[in-house]
C-alpha cells in the first residue's frame, strides 16, 4: 500500500517540509508559538512526483510513520521543556514567582486610588483569583486593571479588542503604561526584567515598580491590606479564626489540584501522568465528601481557600478535562463539586469575572505543544452561564445564617 492512500496525500510533506527548512529551534523560541500556517500543499500530482523522487515508488507506512513519531517526539520534547521546566523523571516543576511580597501588610493601606494597577489575563486561573478578590473586596475604582490578551507565542501583549461581552470583562490596552506587550512593562521597571512576563502582576504606577507577581500574596493584599480603599472593608476572606484550616487546605489543594491539573497537562512521562492524575482525583473525591457537610471549604464562611479552588474548577470541563487530561471524572459528576462551584459563581460580581470564551481560546489556541491544530472544541454542555446560574440549595448547609451575604455594599 502506498503512503499516499494510508495516510492521505498531504502528510509527509509538511513533516518533510519543517525537517529540511527549520534551523534546529533554538531554545530562545517560546513553544506556545502557533507556528504559521503551512502553505497549502501542492496540487497531488506534484507532490507524488516529488516523493518518488525523494523516496522512491513508494515509502513504507512503518518507515514514515516512526520517522513522523521520532521526529514529532523530539520536538515535542523541545517545545515542551520550554513551555513546563520538568524534572528528569518528565513531572512538572512550576518555576517559582519571581516577585513574592516584600511589602509590609499596612503599605498601601494610606496610598490614593490608582497607585496600584493590576495586570491580568482572562484564561489564567491565577490572575483569576486577584479579579475575584478585587471585585469582592469593592476595589475596582482602587486598584485599575489591565486585561492582556495571549499572543500568538504565548507571551500577553495588550489589544484594543473593542468589544463587550454584557458585564463580563473583557482584554484591552495597557491603561496604566500604554505598552504593547506584558513583556514591556515589565521590562519598564527600573532595574529592567528580562525573566517571565507573567501574570497576574501587581504593578506600582508611581514608583514604576512591580510590587508582586505572586498570586497568594496579592489576594491576602487585597483582602486585608487595602481596606482604607476598599468599598467593602468588612469582608474578611482570611479571618484569624480561620487562617490555620486555610492555610491547611492550600496545602492540600495547591499541588494536588491547582497544580495539580497542569502536573497532568504537562507532565513528560506516562509515570509523572499517572502520580498527578491519581493525586487529583483522589483529593477531588475526598473534597466532594467534605463538601457534603460544609457549605464552603472550611464551614460557613466563605475564605480564600475558596477562592483559589473555584478558579480550578470553573475550567475544569472547560479545558482540563479534555486538553489536560483530566479524564477520569468530569466536574459534573461530583454532585457537592459542581453545586458548590455554583454557589460561588453566584455570589454578586463572581460571574463578571469569568469569561468562558476567553478561557477557552487562551488554553487551545495557544498552548501550542498541547493542541498543535489549535481547533477549540466545542463548549461542553453544562459549563455555560445559564446551567451555572440554576439552583444549588447549598445554603441549606449553613448552619448560621441561610442565605450567604459575602457583598455587603
Ligand atoms: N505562581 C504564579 C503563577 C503565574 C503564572 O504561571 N501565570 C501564567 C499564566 S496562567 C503566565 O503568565 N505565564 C506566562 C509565561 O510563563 O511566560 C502565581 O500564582 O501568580
Given at each position: 500500500?502506498?503512503?499516499?492512500?494510508?495516510?492521505?496525500?498531504?502528510?509527509?510533506?509538511?513533516?518533510?517540509?519543517?525537517?529540511?527548512?527549520?534551523?534546529?529551534?533554538?531554545?530562545?523560541?517560546?513553544?506556545?508559538?502557533?507556528?504559521?500556517?503551512?502553505?497549502?500543499?501542492?496540487?497531488?500530482?506534484?507532490?507524488?512526483?516529488?516523493?518518488?523522487?525523494?523516496?522512491?515508488?513508494?515509502?513504507?507506512?512503518?518507515?514514515?510513520?516512526?520517522?513522523?513519531?521520532?521526529?514529532?517526539?523530539?520536538?515535542?520534547?523541545?517545545?515542551?521543556?520550554?513551555?513546563?521546566?520538568?524534572?528528569?523523571s518528565g513531572r512538572y516543576?512550576?518555576?517559582?514567582?519571581?516577585?513574592?511580597?516584600?511589602?509590609?501588610?499596612?503599605?498601601?493601606?494610606?496610598?490614593?486610588?490608582?497607585?496600584?494597577?493590576?495586570?491580568?489575563?482572562?484564561?489564567?486561573?491565577?490572575?483569576?483569583?486577584?479579579?475575584?478578590?478585587?471585585?469582592?473586596?469593592?476595589?475596582?475604582?482602587?486598584?485599575?486593571?489591565?486585561?492582556?490578551?495571549?499572543?500568538?507565542?504565548?507571551?500577553w501583549e495588550f489589544k484594543d479588542t473593542g468589544g463587550r461581552d454584557g458585564d463580563r470583562l473583557v482584554p484591552g490596552l495597557d491603561n496604566a503604561n500604554r505598552r504593547r506587550t506584558l513583556?514591556?512593562?515589565?521590562?519598564?521597571?527600573?532595574?529592567?526584567?528580562?525573566?517571565?512576563?507573567?501574570?497576574?502582576?501587581?504593578?506600582?504606577?508611581?514608583?514604576?515598580e512591580v510590587v508582586c507577581n505572586e498570586s497568594y500574596d496579592i489576594i491576602e493584599l487585597f483582602n486585608s491590606g487595602l481596606n482604607g480603599l476598599s468599598g467593602n472593608s468588612d469582608l474578611d476572606l482570611s479571618p484569624p479564626a480561620l487562617k490555620g484550616r486555610i492555610?491547611?487546605?492550600?496545602?492540600?489543594?495547591?499541588?494536588n489540584v491547582n497544580n495539580g491539573v497542569y502536573r497532568c497537562g504537562f507532565a513528560q512521562s506516562q509515570e509523572a501522568y499517572d502520580t498527578a492524575v491519581n493525586e487529583l482525583f483522589n483529593t477531588l473525591d475526598m473534597i466532594d465528601d467534605h463538601l457534603g457537610s460544609s457549605r464552603y471549604i472550611c464551614?460557613?464562611?466563605?475564605?480564600?481557600?475558596?477562592?483559589?479552588?473555584?478558579?480550578?474548577?470553573?475550567?475544569?470541563?472547560?479545558?482540563?478535562?479534555?486538553?489536560?487530561?483530566?479524564t477520569k471524572k468530569k466536574l459534573q459528576e461530583y454532585p457537592n463539586l459542581h453545586g458548590y462551584m455554583r454557589d460561588i459563581y453566584q455570589i454578586p460580581r463572581v460571574a463578571a469575572t469569568c469569561n468562558f470564551g476567553a478561557i477557552m481560546d487562551g488554553y487551545y489556541k495557544i498552548l501550542f505543544p498541547l493542541n498543535p491544530g489549535?481547533?477549540?472544541?466545542?463548549?461542553?454542555?453544562?459549563?455555560?452561564?445559564?446551567?451555572?446560574?440554576?439552583?444549588?440549595?447549598?445554603?441549606?448547609?449553613?448552619?448560621?445564617?441561610k442565605s450567604m451575604r459575602v457583598y455587603v455594599s
Open positions: 500500500m502506498s503512503c499516499t492512500s494510508l495516510l492521505g496525500p498531504v502528510l509527509p510533506i509538511p513533516a518533510r517540509k519543517s525537517i529540511r527548512k527549520t534551523k534546529p529551534t533554538p531554545c530562545h523560541v517560546s513553544p506556545r508559538m502557533s507556528l504559521q500556517p503551512l502553505p497549502p500543499p501542492p496540487n497531488p500530482s506534484l507532490f507524488t512526483t516529488i516523493t518518488k523522487l525523494l523516496w522512491g515508488q513508494s515509502l513504507p507506512p512503518q518507515l514514515l510513520i516512526s520517522t513522523v513519531r521520532s521526529t514529532w517526539h523530539a520536538t515535542w520534547q523541545l517545545m515542551m521543556s520550554q513551555l513546563a521546566p520538568s524534572d528528569p516543576t512550576r518555576p517559582p514567582s519571581k516577585f513574592r511580597a516584600n511589602f509590609k501588610p499596612t503599605q498601601f493601606s494610606r496610598q490614593k486610588p490608582g497607585t496600584l494597577h493590576l495586570y491580568v489575563g482572562l484564561p489564567c486561573p491565577w490572575a483569576h483569583r486577584t479579579l475575584i478578590v478585587r471585585a469582592l473586596k469593592g476595589l475596582e475604582d482602587a486598584v485599575p486593571v489591565s486585561i492582556a490578551s495571549p499572543g500568538i507565542d504565548g507571551s513583556r514591556e512593562v515589565y521590562r519598564s521597571r527600573r532595574g529592567g526584567y528580562d525573566g517571565r512576563a507573567t501574570v497576574p502582576m501587581l504593578w506600582d504606577v508611581e514608583r514604576k492555610d491547611e487546605w492550600n496545602r492540600i489543594i495547591y499541588p464551614g460557613d464562611t466563605l475564605t480564600l481557600a475558596d477562592v483559589c479552588l473555584f478558579t480550578t474548577l470553573v475550567r475544569f470541563d472547560l479545558v482540563y478535562n479534555v486538553m489536560f487530561k483530566c489549535s481547533i477549540r472544541p466545542i463548549m461542553p454542555s453544562g459549563c455555560e452561564h445559564e446551567v451555572l446560574s440554576g439552583p444549588h440549595n447549598r445554603e441549606l448547609l449553613s448552619s448560621v445564617d
